[in-house]
């Protein structure tokens, strides 16, 4: 266990169906990350949230919608998908600014959405 | 254009022999790291490597990095079939982020 926790592993959903995607850390982190993985692609790198506020959105579209209640926890909210959403979604946590020495990312397992 | 790129996009080799795999990046950076992701889960970090180092060991991983051609590669020493796995370079700018390439796939035949 990385101390990272998705929640659901598996989802299907139809383009018109909401989803949210959860994420929970026990790291003490106060950074929290959404990454997307494609098939044969680098991992984009969607939103970052550092001490619960976003700062960062790399033009990702707005039907997905982050929100950062607290620095444990982080939600991707989905609608209206369309089916190249479809991908594996990380969660990572991490100290920001690093510690020396922990400079690194904690990674959940990921949600691994099929948009129908 | 991304700012890590890994190469071989695949690998595969026979239980035993070593692995190694290259990446390449185009801006300055603060320090470069490894992930290994098994399929269809989360990353896990394995090494990192600063800015000003050369080389590094961990266990039978070794890593190299080259400033001057922007370049790092990772060594696996007597792979194991349960090394099998992506792996990954990404890169610390100083952004708030690390950037990632697109990984090798290392398949390790027992």
């Known amino acids: 266990e990385t101390g990272v926790t998705q929640t659901p592993r598996h989802l299907v959903m139809g383009m018109t169906n909401k989803k949210s995607l959860k994420c929970e850390q026990h790291?003490?982190?106060?950074?929290m990350y959404w990454y997307k993985q494609s098939a044969k692609k680098p991992l984009e790198l969607m939103f970052v949230?550092?001490?619960?506020?976003?700062?960062e959105n790399n033009s990702v579209p707005s039907r997905f919608s982050p929100e950062c209640p607290n620095s444990s926890h982080l939600f991707l909210h989905l609608h209206t998908l369309q089916p190249e959403d479809s991908a594996l979604y990380l969660c990572?946590?991490?100290?920001?600014?690093?510690?020396?020495?922990?400079?690194?990312?904690?990674f959940g397992s990921g949600t691994q959405l099929s948009v129908l | 254009s991304q700012q890590g790129e890994e190469d071989p996009q695949a690998l595969s080799i026979q239980e035993g022999e070593n692995a190694t795999m290259n990446c390449s990046y185009k801006?300055?950076?603060?320090?470069l790291q490894w992930y290994r992701q098994n399929s269809g889960r989360g990353l896990v970090h394995l090494i990192l490597?600063?800015?000003?180092?050369r080389e590094k060991h961990s266990g039978r991983l070794r890593v190299t990095l080259d400033t001057s051609k922007k370049s790092s590669s990772l060594l696996i020493t007597a792979s194991r079939a349960a090394d099998t796995a992506s792996y990954f370079c990404?890169?610390?700018?100083?952004?708030?982020?690390?950037?990632f390439g697109s990984g090798t796939r290392l398949q390790v035949q027992p």
């Open positions: 990404a890169t610390d700018t100083g952004r708030r982020a690390l950037t």
């Open positions: 801006t300055s950076i603060n320090n």
């Open positions: 490597i600063r800015s000003n180092e």
């Open positions: 790291l003490g982190h106060n950074a």
């Open positions: 949230y550092s001490l619960e506020e976003r700062v």
């Open positions: 990572a946590s991490s100290q920001d600014p690093p510690r020396r020495g922990d400079e690194k990312l904690f």
